[in-house]
């Protein structure tokens, strides 16, 4: 079983920056990669960022490239996701989840691949 727990949304205006952080249980974390998914009102979840299990290979949509990043401390059981140049479009709910003990395979682009999800954190992007 892992537990995951977002933490670092919040209100900024466009142009501003955000890290958010995912804290996770268990022994499993090393061996997990990791994703950052979103969802705003009425849309379906998007895939933002992904993070293999050793922080080797990252992944990103058009959407992000170049403005997001993904990092992971493993000794810290964290992953986090830095967020540069926000615009309003990047209002959303934003959710850390675990692929668990899929070592050597890319992080999944699809959410329902992933096995452990977190409540969520609230960004919002003012104009």
């Known amino acids: 079983q892992v537990q995951l727990v977002e933490s670092g949304g919040g209100l900024v205006q466009a142009g501003g920056s955000l890290r958010l952080s995912c804290a996770a249980s268990?022994?499993?974390?090393?061996?997990?990669?990791m994703g950052w998914f979103r969802q705003a009102p009425g849309k379906e979840r998007e895939f933002v960022a992904g993070?293999?299990?050793?922080?080797?290979?990252?992944y990103y949509p058009d959407s992000v490239k170049g403005r997001f990043t993904i990092s992971r401390d493993n000794a810290k059981n964290t992953v986090y996701l830095q967020m540069n140049s926000l615009k309003p479009e990047d209002t959303a709910v934003y959710y850390c989840?675990?692929?668990?003990?899929?070592?050597?395979?890319?992080?999944?682009?699809?959410?329902?691949?992933?096995?452990?999800w977190g409540q969520g954190t609230q960004v919002t992007v003012s104009s």
């Open positions: 989840a675990a692929d668990v003990g899929r070592v050597g395979v890319p992080p999944p682009l699809i959410g329902s691949q992933y096995d452990y």
């Open positions: 993070i293999s299990w050793s922080g080797g290979r990252t």
């Open positions: 268990g022994r499993t974390f090393s061996s997990s990669n």
